[in-house]
């Protein structure tokens, strides 16, 4: 029986990939970069290259500060000074921030997941992941957000999951993982005991609105 919910936050509650999209637009249009390039080129780019840093991030290969520079030194191939590109980044930051936004079932998940303890389990940094669920009025709904600041662990690996399971009282047999990371919530949270629901926006029936049917 579960009794509890652990969520992950970015594309599983909120429209992550397409802030990062949106946002990587708004900074090409505002100065005038990588002209060439079409729309769906250039969010695809921002999105691969940002996915292999933070994998090298994971790894200790690159820093915090490193991989947001070579994100955009690389997709926009610049050679500018660090100053510059923190300047473009911190821009970016803003257009992206502007883009922040809830799936359209996510309300409803929210109202009617309500009677189960539920705590947010996500690889964000935490004033990152707390200023987007404040933004985005999700902050009243989960008391309980862990992020990798708070238990010295990143998904996927264990010890992430088993802090957040002892924050919320649960068994890992009673609990269900959801999220859109095979890699990083579903397979570790699987090798626990948890149980869980892979969110697939591409699928029928594979998004939080669909775990319902299954409470
Ligand atoms: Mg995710």
């Given at each position: 029986m579960i009794t509890a919910l652990l969520l992950d936050l970015d594309d599983t509650l909120i429209d992550d990939k397409g802030a990062m999209a949106s946002g990587i637009l708004s900074l090409r249009a505002k100065h005038c970069l990588a002209q060439g390039m079409n729309d769906a080129e250039l969010s695809e780019?921002?999105?691969?290259?940002?996915?292999?840093?933070?994998?090298?991030?994971?790894?200790?290969?690159?820093?915090?500060?490193?991989?947001?520079?070579?994100?955009i030194k690389n997709t926009f191939a610049l050679d500018l000074s660090d100053k510059a590109i923190d300047?473009?980044?911190?821009?970016?930051?803003?257009?992206?921030?502007q883009h922040w936004r809830s799936y359209t079932y996510t309300e409803?998940?929210?109202?009617?997941?309500?009677h189960l303890p539920?705590?947010?389990?996500?690889?964000?940094?935490?004033p990152q992941a707390h200023k987007k669920m404040a933004a985005l009025g999700l902050n009243k709904h989960f008391p309980t957000v862990v992020t990798p600041d708070d238990c010295g662990a990143r998904k996927?690996?264990?010890?992430?999951f088993l802090h957040t399971l002892k924050l919320l009282g649960v068994a890992p047999e009673n609990a269900l993982m959801i999220g859109d990371n095979l890699e990083a919530d579903i397979e570790p949270a699987k090798a626990l005991g948890i149980n869980v629901f892979h969110v697939d926006h591409t699928k029928q029936g594979r998004t939080v609105f669909d775990v319902l049917a299954q409470l």
């Open positions: 780019r921002w999105d691969s290259i940002g996915r292999a840093l933070w994998r090298q991030l994971d790894l200790g290969e690159v820093s915090f500060e490193e991989q947001r520079r070579l994100r300047s473009l980044f911190a821009d970016y930051l803003h257009c992206y921030e409803q998940f929210i109202r009617e997941s309500a539920r705590a947010i389990i996500t690889n964000g940094h935490r996927p690996n264990p010890e992430i």
